[in-house]
């Protein structure tokens, strides 16, 4: 559950910059601002509060589209 401002803004960010084909993008709400606290390589980014199996179906999908 992200907000829209959020979402967006990630969105956003990650045009400017993708470190890999399938990154994590960790922000953070300053004040009225929304900033970049990390980019982290999948592999080792924390899953956290989310469904596992619909991020680990998501990746896969993106590569097998890649391929």
């Known amino acids: 559950n992200v907000p829209k401002e959020i979402w967006d803004k990630a969105i956003e960010y990650s045009k400017l910059y993708q470190p890999n084909d399938v990154f994590t993008l960790d922000l953070c709400k300053a004040g009225n601002d929304i ?5 982290n390589c999948f592999n080792c980014s924390g899953i956290y509060a989310t469904e596992y199996a619909k991020v680990i179906n998501k990746v896969e999908h993106f590569f097998m589209r890649k391929l």
């Not at 900033?35 to 980019?39: A, G, Q, S, T």
């Open 35 to 39: 900033k970049i606290v990390e980019y």
